[in-house]
Nanobody, 123 residues
Framework: QVQLVESGGGLVQAGGSLRLSCAAS????????MGWFRQSLGKEREFVAA????????YYTDSVKGRFTISRDNAKNTLYLQMNSLKPEDTAVYYC????????????????WGQGTQVTVSS
């Protein structure tokens, strides 16, 4: 079992920045590829970014490329998402997730999930 707890969400104006964190506990953090997903009201949970076990490879959905950066600190058992140049359409609940077998882009691949943190971007 892996327990994941997100933090760092909040209300920010368009153009602003936030950094989300995801603290992991339980199993060895570096045994898991990690991802960030988001879900807004009435929409399906969508892929935002993913990172490999060591952090050497990362992947992004097109809408956040150049604005968001995913990273991890395996010594601190923590995943991050630096979000810059935020837009109102980035408003959603953001979830971190862990998968032991692949660096996936679909939510169905991931085994463990956090409870989510709300990000609201005002125009």
């Amino acid at each position: 079992q892996v327990q994941l707890v997100e933090s760092g969400g909040g209300l920010v104006q368009a153009g602003g920045s936030l950094r989300l964190s995801c603290a992991a506990s339980g199993r060895t953090f570096s045994d898991y590829a990690m991802g960030w997903f988001r879900q807004s009201l009435g929409k399906e949970r969508e892929f935002v970014a993913a990172i490999s076990w060591s952090g050497g490879s990362s992947y992004y959905t097109d809408s956040v490329k150049g604005r968001f950066t995913i990273s991890r600190d395996n010594a601190k058992n923590t995943l991050y998402l630096q979000m810059n140049s935020l837009k109102p359409e980035d408003t959603a609940v953001y979830y971190c997730a862990a998968d032991s077998t692949r660096v996936g882009r679909h939510f169905s691949f991931y085994e463990y999930w956090g409870q989510g943190t709300q990000v609201t971007v005002s125009s």
